[in-house]
């Protein structure tokens, strides 16, 4: 149905952000051969800044000079203009923007109603936005159709091809506390070719843990990022973000016998670019392995940081029975080079029904300064017999107190 | 697919499909190869399929490797569980590592590891072509992955006749800086020409100091009396150096434009030397030569002078004698002009601690240990090592040209492309006067045509860089004009090639002191200051901004070391003057306003390099020098912000430039800067129409605002209003020529005819006719967008 010459004229522009316009100063004094002269036609050119003209970036805006890229989660904004080149008044035009992707075809048209007459030289504009949510090949197609006045319908349409690219590669890794704690460290790269502004990114928890960010550090009132004042990431730069999860205390609980995946929390990201252009992002849900402790689980609950050489000090042990069965513990001690527990070793701890746990209270000393690594307790499971060995379970700073009153 | 398919034409579709399954061969096979290639971090699909799904599962988890995680899709499509395959499909696809799959949301982890077999299998049974056929056809999703990618062969009829949507590859980024504008407007009609607004200084060449001794200048150059000079003029500038009966009609020229007597030239004697027909006399090494500088030059530069004499006569031809005429009379008047100076004894020495403040310079220490020994009279400037020696000369000759006509002949016709009337090189005097006009009236490849004539009269004309020559102060203002000129025009390789025999600006011979019978008591840099900010701003347009920044320091240091030596009481090179309280202050006012400028440059070239933090502090740093550009400053810091997407920071920013205009007096600049910062945050915050009412604003208090008049009409053009914002900049254009014939105005105007009919390319000859009737040859035409 197409005419060899086309009366109507779809004009479609990608409706990036205006960028501003940078000079070239070049300047000389007022005893150079030129005198004023490269002064005076700075100033004459309107597109610097009066009384800075040597301020390179100046304030005139200038519209986007071609495509560029896009990128998941930016939004797509395109002028639509349809023409009438024709000499002819022509009627009932209907416009029509569709989105194809891989996947789906989005309506991205502001109205579907038809315009009932469209006069020569006359033309219907319509901007439009799509967030866009795939990668990979779109096409837009603008379909327009209208009667002339013989009475004739005829309907064209044209498509434009784009690339949806990524913006981002995010990579992830767990680091879990000997305390129910889960650390998530996240790599968030720039993959774009433009610096970004990173304005959020945070990390949204399922519903088993509470997060705390660790990307500020508190002093005073004031929170100041690690990354420095300026939040942006250059085209490839790498940035590391750490959060610590903590289980819910309703959790909290039944943690020591939680195994498998658990869902954590996903990523929500929020970009930044050239004039307020923005992007956003989030991840697929974050899974993690909850960490197999075995038989029995040992955590330290209470140790003191710092300690003084020679000077029994107490530490407070969880036992938690992680198996499917009852267990009759028995605990040995054994003193390693530097540390030597007090109290008798091989005493029964009794019986431990499964999910049950156990504080347990113990004194130790050491005989040698400097951090020093708590090791040498020993369970056994006197029904089977096995035993578990528990060493390096925590570290604790040993002083000689005598040489800090002489200082 | 299906939906695709219904689309395009069937027998195109129909090609494309056997294609799309080659791709599909090769993909499977690709995709096989990156899991073997991941075997360190990840199983491979084999070994997985052995394992038992548990196991595979820890070995992954308990990997301390960082593991890549899908980004599904935007948070507004992704609800906890609706990612629907297409996704798991176009991430397996896409990411080299298979370990993606382990990262999907979805209820049974089992099903990613079947997923990364999926290629496996298929490629283990070795299908036949029909065969994978079938399987693609039960799975869409591989499909849909990789038809985008066997673009070329996609069946999409597109025509992407609109520049704005070429293939995403081919273009830059779309935060690509706009190239950087040289063209400056033609607003008021630049200052008079006259030659009372002739700085005295310029003019003062060394040939007016010898006028009156002679004796000590016929040491120096002992060539110019016993034989004229003759230079030899690149083809294309042989038009102009016309043999109208005269012996030496270019060292004639050369004399008229810098002295008042003709015959008195310090020009280089090895200017008329063909470059094949002798060797330099100066690369005599001075350990085989006596410390008697006459006896040896005398002999070396006699022999060369007469034996290149006929040659080169023969290859000027006798041109066009009529060009040759009308230069007679600009010279004249130039005599008299410059016959017209006071008392050259009176002049020099009311300018001397002018010229010291202004010429003041650190040489490093060679250069430095050199020139006290030429003072000192150890040995003369002949016997430099030549490797410390500048040498330029022109690096091409080839006429600049004037591509509004080239177009105007092109897309107007002859006819139409004769009225325009532009001032060539030609055309006005051959002096610094005509060149200054030629500048002044933005016909800078011309000016830039008419410096190539003057160096070339000097000696240093094309072909002549190697050679040894001599400096004056005229030649590096002339040399500094080529090279401004040259950057301004964006032709910055061209700049780059001609800077490069000067080397680091730091040879002996580019200081007085190198010259003390021709410049008696005179110290410091002949090349001046701004020639050295041109040097080190350059490589930044050459994507060598390191360069930059490293020669940037340089200035920096030495400003900072004069400044130093000015506090402590020492004159600016260190050296142990009394300066009077008043000559002291105006150094220091001079050498801070140097640095200033250089941290303009620093911070500038820190821009290009999108280095937003350093930018930001050194643009920061200026405040302290400038304090009277505060306002301009920090609203540049927040639109550099802005720029980056950081509009928190800029907002905070521009409230203090609010604050820093409260405390002012009321100055309706002040009141335009903070309502254009609004707007720009409006802007940056999608909200165009109230952008728009602030640019409104500003034109209520300056209708004239070029640049808010534009940003106004973008405004308006992101609100759907493309017919009203093309009427509005079309109708600047047409009434205020001289104030929006600008690079960006026009590149504006021509995008949007482009944008709003079909015959845009009628209107944008309408724009170069007009540009035509009012701009120089330094137009660039690519804002029309011609061709």
Redo the contacts between chains.
Sequence with gaps: PSPNIPEQ?F????????????????????????????G???R????T????E?????????????????F??ETFSS?I?V?N?SSQVVKDILVKADL?T????LNLSASNSAVAELKP???I???IHH???????H?L?CAVSYTTQCGEKLYFR??????V??P??????FYNAETDEVFLE??IQNI??????M?KVSLEPSMMYNVTELNIVTSGDQGESTF?????L?PMDTRQYLYCLKPKPEYAEKAGVIKG?TVIGK??IV????????G??????????AP?YGDIRMSVEMIPETVNLEEPFDITCKIINCSERTMDLQLEMCNTRTVHWCGISGRQLGKLTPGASLLLPLTVFSSVQGLQSISGLRLTDTFLKRTYEYDDIAQVCVVCPFLNNEC | YQKLQTDFEHSRLNQAVTKVHLNIIYDILLQQDSIDLGAGEFVTPQEDSSATLSESLMDRLNDQMMESVMISDSPNNSEEDDVGPIDSFLDGGLEENGSSGNKKEESEIGQNTTEIKVPVDQKEQECTKDDIKEEIDIEEQIQIVVSPQSEAHSPVVIKSEDPEHQSPKGTSPKDEPVPVCTIFSQGTQPKSLAPDGFQPTLIKSPSFTTGSGGGSDEAVTPSKMTAPLVCQPSPSLSKFFTDNGQANPASDFFDSFTAPSSFISISNPNADVSPASTPAPLSFTPEHQPPTPVSVFGPTVTEPTTKPQSPISQTVPSLNLASSTPQAQPFNQLQAVFSGTDDPFATALSLSEVDRRHDAWLPCEETRKMLISVATQQYGPAYVDTNRLTMPGLKFDNLQGDAVKDLMVRFLGEQAAMKRQVLTASSVEQSFVGLKQLVSSKNWRAAVDLTGRLLTAHGQGYGKAGQPTSHTTDSLQLWFVRLALLTKLNLFQNAELEFEPFGNLDQPDLYYEYYPSVYPGRRGSMVPFSMRLLHAELPQYLAKPQEALDRLHNLKTVCLAILENLEKGSAEDGSMITLTQENRQASLKLWRSRLSRVMYSMANCLLLMKDYILAVETYHSIIQYEPQQRVQLLSGIGRIFLQVGDVKMAEVYFQDVEKSCQMKARDPTHTTCVLMNRAFVYLSQNSYAEAHASFLEVLKIDPRHPVTNNNAAVCLLYLGRLKESLGQLEGLVQQDPALYLHESVLFNLTTMYELESSRSTQKKQALLEAVACREGDSFNTQCLKLV
């Design positions: 004229q004009l479609v522009m990608r409706l990036t952000k205006p960028t501003l316009f940078t000079n070239l100063p070049v300047t000389c004094e007022d005893r150079d051969l030129p005198g004023d002269l490269f005076q036609l700075m004459d050119d309107p597109s800044i009066k009384g800075a040597t301020l390179m970036l100046g304030e005139m805006l200038t519209l986007p000079q071609n495509f560029g890229n896009i998941l989660g002028y203009s023409h080149d194809q891989s996947s789906q075809r030289e006359s033309c504009d319509d901007v967030e866009v949510k795939e990668i990979g090949t096409i197609v044209k498509f434009f091809k784009f690339q690219l990524k981002l590669d995010v990579k992830t890794k996240a790599q774009t070719t433009s610096p970004m502004f304005e420095g004042k300026m939040s942006y250059q995946v990523l929500d970009w930044k670019t050239n004039l307020g252009e923005r956003r992002l989030q991840t697929s849900q974050l899974q993690r392995m197999g």
